[in-house]
């Protein structure tokens, strides 16, 4: 079956742009987890939905925000880019979550300029 | 907060050489997962322990849970080239909906 899909996989925006991130989960997953890696950072926990309802969020400013449609698919948005924003994004999706494991996509290179 | 470090940080291994990378949380784990990063790339899932003592194999890569120590490993028997980049541990925060990582252990294997 297809995997977790990430769109686009890399991108350029300027400083102060807003950006939106695609994730397609494997079919029949409900669960979509975000997650942010930075050679600094490493890789942290953003946020995670299920059914369409955000259940966790990580310590992240409210300019990073998220959404699942019906479908199951998640975007999420940053808005007022800046330097530090620029990272590898990651989409997981599960079952219902942890306990069922994740499978991650392929990301999504997010550089801002 | 839980925190998983990883140790060591970065590990070069003649082909053919046994490895062992470890896993430290300083929480209780409920569940802790192995995945593989090519660099720049997407998370390989390699292993997934939830019960104490727990050991699972696949192919050359062995990974135990400790679950008093709060620690798991991961050991690579005869490793491969193909067995290079990074290795990541996870650990279930206990809500089931967020996974903490590790900082993650840099594997070379030459030929």
């Known amino acids: 079956k297809a995997g977790v899909t990430q769109t686009p996989r890399y991108l350029i925006k300027t400083r102060g742009q807003q950006v939106t991130l695609s994730c397609s989960p494997i079919?029949?997953?409900?669960?979509v987890s975000w997650y942010q890696q930075t050679p600094g950072q490493g890789l942290q926990f953003l946020f995670e939905y299920f059914s369409e309802t955000q259940r966790n969020k990580g310590n992240f400013p409210g300019r990073f925000s998220g959404r699942q449609f019906s479908n199951s698919r998640s975007e999420m948005n940053v808005s007022t880019l800046e330097l530090g924003d620029s990272a590898l994004y990651l989409c997981a999706s599960s079952l219902q979550g942890a306990s069922y494991g994740y499978t991650f996509g392929s990301g999504t290179r997010l550089t801002v300029v | 907060s839980q925190e998983l470090e990883q140790s060591p940080q970065s590990l070069i291994v003649q082909e053919g050489k046994n490895l062992t990378i470890n896993c430290t949380s300083s929480?209780?784990?409920?569940?802790l997962y192995w995945y593989k990063q090519k660099y720049g790339e997407g998370l390989i899932f390699l292993m997934m322990?939830?019960?104490?003592?727990e050991e699972k194999s696949h192919e050359k890569i062995t990974a135990k849970l400790d679950e008093k120590k709060q620690q798991s490993s991961l050991h690579i028997t005869a490793s491969q080239p193909s067995h290079a980049g990074i290795y990541l541990c996870?650990?279930?925060?206990?809500?089931?909906?967020?996974?903490?990582f590790g900082s993650g252990t840099q594997l070379t294997v030459l030929p």
């Open positions: 322990l939830q019960k104490g003592g």
């Open positions: 996870g650990a279930d925060s206990g809500s089931a909906r967020q996974l903490t």
């Open positions: 079919s029949g997953h409900r669960s």
């Open positions: 929480k209780t784990l409920y569940g």
